[in-house]
């Protein structure tokens, strides 16, 4: 069985501080994939970045990256140089065999 | 990349009514496809998934049933609505091994 946890039900940042959002998993399949989505108040999901398990390094776009650490099974979400769009709730994901599986989310609020 | 097509955006249906809400995909053949829901500032509940035409996988027993007539396009339904039943509905598609899960713009289903 698949499950992503991710413990920090809310984050304050201020603007254009740098933030880290916290996810671990646990996962059975020797092959998965993490993902981070964004959800602003308008509902719709925002893909933002991806890591495979077996990536070597650790993903980047553009402001987003993630923190992969295999060992520890986790994936956090590092947003660098925070605005105020980024104020949302934020969803980490695993795709397994043929499921992808959702953390709670957290929601981060960017302070001017 | 894939494409998500929902529709209606918002649906307003009385307690017993009947549901039908669709999604279609673009932009890939043969993708896994989804049907989630969200209640109010909450996570993601997968509901059903499909990983081929006519192949439906439950997640969570409830008052809800879905369809896959065709290889891009995935219906969830209902015969009587519970007010329990309220909620965000996505819609989402997977290409596969190393693809993004990509999302629908959701329906906002309120059973009154």
């Known amino acids: 069985a698949q499950k992503i946890t991710q413990t920090q039900p809310g984050m304050f940042v201020q603007e254009k501080e740098a933030v880290t959002l916290d996810c671990t998993y646990d996962?059975?399949?020797?092959?998965?994939?993490l993902f981070w989505y964004k959800q602003p108040s308008s509902g719709e999901m925002i893909f933002l970045i991806y890591?495979?398990?077996?990536?070597?390094q650790n993903a980047t776009e553009g402001r987003y990256s993630l923190n992969f650490q295999k060992a520890r099974k986790s994936a956090n979400l590092v947003i660098s140089a925070s605005q105020l769009g980024d104020s949302a709730m934020y969803f980490c994901?695993?795709?397994?065999?043929?499921?992808?599986?959702f953390g709670i989310g957290t929601k981060l609020q960017v302070i001017p | 990349s894939q494409t998500i097509h929902q529709w209606p955006a918002t649906l307003v249906q009385p307690v017993g009514s009947p549901l039908s809400l669709e999604c279609t995909v673009e932009g890939t053949s043969n993708p896994n496809l989804y049907w989630y829901r969200q209640a109010a500032g909450r996570g993601l509940q997968l509901l059903f998934y499909s990983v081929g035409i006519g192949q439906i996988s439950s997640e969570v027993p409830q008052n809800l049933s879905a369809s896959r007539p065709q290889d891009r396009q995935f219906i969830l339904s209902s015969k009587k609505l519970l007010l329990s039943d309220s909620g965000f509905y996505l819609c989402a598609g997977w290409g596969g091994a190393g693809e993004t899960q990509y999302f629908g713009p959701g329906t906002r289903l309120l059973v009154l």
């Open positions: 890591q495979g398990s077996y990536d070597q």
């Open positions: 996962t059975s399949d020797p092959s998965y994939g």
């Open positions: 994901a695993m795709r397994g065999y043929q499921k992808v599986t």
